[in-house]
């Protein structure tokens, strides 16, 4: 961060001195403007290397640790999925079989989940990967 601000207030600076000098030696308006702009923008690319080169070692730095913060967000997201999905599951089966249990003590058939689907108008969930 303490690069990229060293920088972008040497470049500040330079446009200002050269904005300076140009409007000293007689330019007004928009043509003092641009001139200032293309002088300071010379020599910043020449003054300015080592800042600049330093500035986007910081950036990249920065990046790629971001990265690796996203990486570890996603993974932390993936693993939550996961285990929402366990407990969703759990939570069927016990219902399941809380209505198997129900029917058997009332001499009832206990339905299959598929049958009780379809009568529901419903699919039955599906283990993943099976095909239907």
């Given at each position: 961060m303490r690069s990229w601000l060293t920088y972008t207030a040497a470049?500040?600076?330079?446009f200002a001195g050269a904005f300076g000098v140009v409007y000293l030696f007689g330019a007004r308006s928009w043509i003092a403007l641009i001139l200032?702009?293309?002088i300071s923008g010379l020599a910043s690319y020449v003054l300015l290397s080592k800042w600049r080169d330093q500035m986007s070692a910081s950036v990249v730095d920065w990046s790629n640790k971001?990265?690796?913060q996203d990486k570890a967000v996603g993974s932390r997201?993936?693993?939550g999925a996961a285990r929402e999905d366990e407990i969703?599951?759990?939570?069927?089966r016990a219902q399941e079989a809380e209505?198997?249990?129900?029917?058997?003590?009332?001499?009832e058939k206990a339905e299959e989940p598929a049958e009780s689907a379809e009568r529901a108008g419903t699919e039955a969930p599906r283990a993943e990967g099976t095909k239907k």
């Open positions: 470049r500040v600076a330079l200032a702009w293309v971001r990265e690796k997201l993936v693993g969703q599951d759990e939570l069927l209505a198997a249990a129900g029917a058997e003590k009332n001499g």
